[in-house]
């Protein structure tokens, strides 16, 4: 019980009082001195100023319930002295009733009740004057028990008022709990949007900039002129059109509707696409991802992510430069050899069949120098002419026949009936030999490899099946990438540079094929090279 309670129901209690003493005083002026009357009116005053005081909020009950009880105490004072003149007087009660039903509990408020009745009897009893009609007794009662009513009334709205707190009491406090959540979350949010390298951008669906990252930030200010200082990073969004965003030459701009955030917001895929940012001299590449973000009671928007891979595309320049400087100065000292060889009389040595063998992979060093310096370039040219696939995988088995007796593979094939397709058949050769080779590097003894050529209405397929080390399932999207090598290639030290799957599948690109790979780590895996059928 607060100490603004008593103080609320106390002073509408002195005031009428007040008033009462003010009819008196109009009515019958004699009565207005009388010893009772001042009596009852002094403990109005007391229990009022009692009512002021902040020390009732730390009383325990038996103290709570003192002024009210008083207060009982005045009316019966002051009933007794005015009942025959004001009989409304006893309608006092019910502000110490109400403080006791409202504030205290149903003990206290059915204590009060009994009180007020005992108020009601007290002056009948002081002058030994009751009642002598059935209606004289309702008229002393019926507006006693309709106080009471209303205290039971006012008890019970209480009641349900201290629940109906509670309950939005703990509502508030799951309510305080959530949002401090929510706050944490949305600060450790912003804390890993700030910190991670890649750039964050919330765009709404008209493209206006919701939310951006430090690091989206100092990309804007590169692609605006180049700066990265701070007091551009943490400027408003720029306009788009006045970033400079050039395509992967680094000086073709590109058109506002080519660019990442025209393409996201049509819900174009941006995968694989790098941009350049700024001008000439100090530019950032740029790879970004998006995706559409669905918040509830919030209006569509789109995620970007982008990534600065200017380090990578700076690599992988550096790498290309290597490999066609590397290819070039391999092929003057390799022409020689070709050269030389040929001047050598091998008949009349006795040396025929070697020296085949060596011009034989000399030509074939050439062509894989000529391959190199293709795929650093652009895609390699295919000179087709009509063939049949069958008998370049029976050629390329019969080289490979000693070298799978002394490794104690066995080979499964049974050549079919002659399969047309028109390819170059000396890029298709070097893409069976590589499928062939690999299967037996990866293959331990005691292993097994099923070749296998079948067809369809418009394709042909070669299938070369082992039971090797298989490939781990993350590295088969990369195992035809330059210079890419699995995890088991690199852990048992098996030679090579990564180059092989990739060239066979630049070859069998430029032949409208492909090569596809089916694999499980320990259990084999199986290449398959798919090429047009030859038109009839």
Not at 315 to 322: G, K, L, Q
Not at 462 to 475: L, R
Request: net charge negative.
């Amino acid at each position: 019980m607060r100490a603004d309670m008593f103080a609320a129901a106390q002073v509408p209690f002195a005031v009428v009082v007040a008033v009462l003493f003010v009819a008196l005083a109009i009515a019958t002026p004699s009565r207005v001195a009388e010893r009772d009357l001042i009596i009852g009116a002094v403990l109005v005053v007391v229990t009022t100023a009692l009512a002021r005081l902040s020390f009732w909020e730390r009383a325990i009950l038996a103290w709570k319930i003192t002024i009210p009880i008083l207060d009982l105490v005045a009316v019966a004072i002051l009933w007794n002295v005015v009942y025959d003149v004001f009989p409304a007087t006893i309608v006092l009660v019910v502000f110490p009733l109400m403080v006791l039903a409202y504030s205290v509990s149903w003990i206290a408020a059915a204590a009060g009740v009994l009180a007020a009745f005992a108020v009601t009897l007290y002056p009948f009893a002081a002058h030994n004057t009751w009642p002598t009609t059935s209606a004289g007794w309702v008229n002393v009662f019926l507006l006693t028990g309709l106080v009471g009513f209303v205290t039971v009334s006012v008890r019970v709205a209480a009641d349900r008022l201290s629940t109906i707190q509670e309950e939005l009491a703990d509502v508030s406090t799951e309510l305080r709990g959530s949002l401090d959540d929510a706050v944490d979350r949305e600060n450790a949010l912003t804390l890993i949007s700030e910190t991670v390298d890649a750039a964050i951008v919330v765009v709404d669906s008209a493209g206006h900039i919701v939310l951006r990252n430090r690091t989206a930030r100092e990309l804007e200010a590169i692609s605006v002129d180049g700066r990265t200082d701070d007091h551009l990073a943490s400027e408003h969004p720029v306009l788009p059109g006045e970033q400079l965003v050039y395509a992967m030459d680094r000086v073709t701009p590109v058109p506002l509707e080519d660019r990442f955030v025209a393409k996201a917001l049509r819900g174009e895929s941006t995968e694989g696409i790098v941009y350049w940012l700024g001008a000439p001299g100090n530019q950032a590449a740029i790879q970004a991802t998006s995706r559409p973000l669905l918040r509830a009671g919030a209006k569509p928007s789109t995620l970007i992510v982008a990534h600065d891979v200017t380090q990578l595309v700076e690599a992988i320049r550096v790498r290309d430069e290597f490999i066609g400087t590397v290819s070039h100065e391999l092929r003057t000292p390799l022409t020689n050899i070709i050269g030389y060889a040929e001047l050598i009389e091998a008949d009349e040595l006795g040396i025929s069949s070697e020296m085949d063998i060596i011009r034989k992979n000399a030509e074939r060093l050439r062509v894989m120098i000529g391959d190199l310096l293709s795929v650093n370039g652009s895609q390699l040219p295919a000179i087709t002419r009509r063939h049949d696939i069958t008998a370049i995988v029976t050629e390329v088995l019969d080289r490979f026949a000693v070298r799978l007796h002394v490794a104690g593979i066995g080979l499964t094939w049974s050549p079919t009936a002659p399969i047309h397709v028109d390819v170059d058949p000396a890029r298709i050769t070097d893409v069976v030999d590589q499928l062939v080779s690999n299967a037996i590097r990866f293959t331990s003894k005691g292993g097994h490899i099923t070749v296998i050529v079948t067809a369809d209405d418009g394709n042909v397929y070669v299938a070369v099946e082992d039971t090797g080390v298989g490939i781990a399932h993350q590295d088969q999207g990369q195992v035809f990438e330059r210079f890419f090598r699995t995890r088991s290639a690199r852990t048992s030290a098996t030679p090579g540079a990564g180059l092989g799957l990739s060239l066979a599948q630049a070859h069998a690109a430029a032949h409208r094929g492909v090569i596809r790979v089916s694999s499980e780590l320990g259990a084999g895996s199986v290449f398959t090279l798919q090429l047009p059928a030859a038109r009839e």
